[in-house]
C-alpha cells in the first residue's frame, strides 16, 4: 500500500519511528532462563583460607539475543569474624573472579574480595553490551599479601559451561 503524503500518512510514519526508537531505548529485561549451576572454588590451601559459592544463572536477555549470566554468592576469606578458630590469621586477603569467554577470548570478567570475612556477591557478566556471545564461565579464587612484600597464589580454576537444554 502507498503512502501519499497526507497528514495521516506523516503521522503513521512519526508513531512507526517511534515505535523503532523506543525498542531500541528500552533497556534489557530477562526473557527467560536457560539454566542454573552451583559454582564453587577454593584457593587449593590446607586450609581453604579462601573460597567462593553461590549461582549461576544463565539467562537470554531482550531485545539482545546475547546470552547473560547472574553471579549470585559469596566469597569468604578465614579467619572470618565468630568462626571455628581453625585458620590462623595468615595476613592475606582473597579475591575471586568470575570472567566469562567465547573460545580463548575474555568477554567479561567481575572481581569480589574478602579480607577476614564474607562479602556478598552479585554481578551480571555478558548481555547486551557484551562484545561476543560466551561459552563459559571460569571462576577461581586467589590470595594476596596484605603488606608490599608477600606471596600470593591461586586454586585450581573451575569451568562452568552454558547449560544445554
Request: charged share 15%; hydrophobic share 40%.
Amino acid at each position: 500500500m502507498k503512502c501519499y503524503p497526507t497528514l495521516a500518512c506523516a503521522a503513521t510514519a512519526v508513531a512507526a519511528a517511534a515505535t523503532a526508537l523506543a525498542a531500541l531505548a528500552a533497556p534489557a529485561t530477562a526473557a527467560g532462563p536457560i539454566g542454573t549451576q552451583k559454582f564453587y572454588a577454593d584457593s587449593g590451601d590446607r586450609c581453604t583460607y579462601g573460597h567462593t559459592e553461590g549461582i549461576l544463572d544463565w539467562r537470554v536477555l531482550n531485545p539482545s539475543i546475547y546470552p547473560a549470566v547472574l553471579v549470585d554468592g559469596a566469597v569468604t576469606d578465614l579467619p572470618a569474624r565468630n568462626s571455628p578458630g581453625v585458620c590462623a590469621d595468615d595476613g592475606m586477603y582473597t579475591v575471586a573472579s568470575y570472567i566469562a569467554y567465547a573460545g580463548r577470548t575474555v568477554v567479561d570478567s567481575s572481581q569480589a574480595r574478602a579480607d577476614n570475612g564474607t562479602t556478598a556477591v552479585r554481578d551480571v557478566l555478558g548481555g547486551p553490551s557484551a562484545p561476543a556471545v560466551f561459552d563459559r564461565v571460569v571462576v577461581q579464587v586467589c590470595r594476596f599479601s596484605s603488606t608490599p612484600i608477600g606471596i600470593s597464589y591461586c586454586g585450581a580454576a573451575q569451568t562452568y559451561p552454558v547449560p544445554r537444554a
